[in-house]
């Protein structure tokens, strides 16, 4: 099976720096994907690693290391649009499959404060 | 250009009746797939379709069906209706050979039961 975990809950400051951790454990693993989702509204992707490593994307950047099954996601410069929730998806391919299905965590809602 | 587009984005039934959640993917992409969000939850993956033929299911009863038209678009289908099927559903397509490329994902339908 797959099992993803990040923490439910963070806040911070406008201006700071957060992490987002997630961990996983699956198999047949081919990414890791970050989107963002505010309340009511579609996820929107963030970031995509497949390998180790980090990925900047202007004020987001994400982290992955496959032998750890870890990666976390770095938000800069906080903004009070930033206060959403953030989800880590695992994608997976089935044995005998070319098409991978996501797995999600349950997404960690971040707050920021003025 | 258009993003994936679903309808409707609202739905209010009742325990027993039976709903059609309709979904058109992002022009050129062939692959859709399904997932229930229910609040407070990352999404659940339900299905997945290419090329008009289903390429996985997820853990979810068989009142849940869906198809993909000739023209990529989807349709989700639940019968037999249960309270805890309210939640939020969301489509989202993708190219066939997604080893680098997101799922991006349609604003949802929100179904409630009562």
């Known amino acids: 099976g797959q099992n993803i975990d990040q923490p439910t809950e963070m806040t911070a400051t406008e201006g700071a720096i957060v992490q987002i951790n997630c961990t996983y454990q699956?198999?047949?693993?081919?990414?890791l994907f970050w989107y963002q989702q505010h309340a009511g509204e579609a996820p929107t992707f963030l970031s995509y690693?497949?390998?180790?490593g980090l990925e900047e994307k202007g004020r987001f950047s994400s982290f992955l290391s496959r032998s750890k099954g870890y990666s976390y996601l770095l938000l800069k410069e906080l903004q009070m649009k930033d206060s959403a929730s953030y989800l880590c998806a695992v994608r997976s391919f089935d044995r005998g499959s070319t098409l991978g299905r996501l797995y999600f965590g349950r997404g960690t809602q971040l707050t920021v404060w003025p | 250009d258009a993003g994936v587009t679903q309808s409707p984005t609202h739905l209010i039934k009742t325990r027993g009746q039976h709903v059609t959640l309709r979904c058109s993917p992002i022009?050129?992409?062939?692959?859709v797939s399904w997932y229930q969000q229910v609040l407070g939850q990352g999404p659940q993956f339900i299905f997945q379709?290419?090329?008009?033929?289903?390429?996985g299911r997820g853990n979810f009863p068989d009142r849940f069906s869906a198809r993909q038209f000739p023209n990529y678009s989807s349709e989700l289908n639940v019968n037999a209706l249960l309270l805890g099927d309210s939640a939020l559903y969301l489509c989202?397509?993708?190219?066939?050979?997604?080893?680098?490329?997101?799922?991006?994902f349609g604003d949802g339908t929100r179904l409630s039961i009562l």
């Open positions: 989202a397509s993708s190219f066939d050979r997604e080893r680098d490329q997101p799922q991006h």
């Open positions: 022009s050129g992409h062939k692959s």
């Open positions: 379709y290419y090329e008009k033929e289903e390429r």
């Open positions: 690693n497949v390998l180790d």
């Open positions: 699956t198999s047949g693993f081919n990414g």
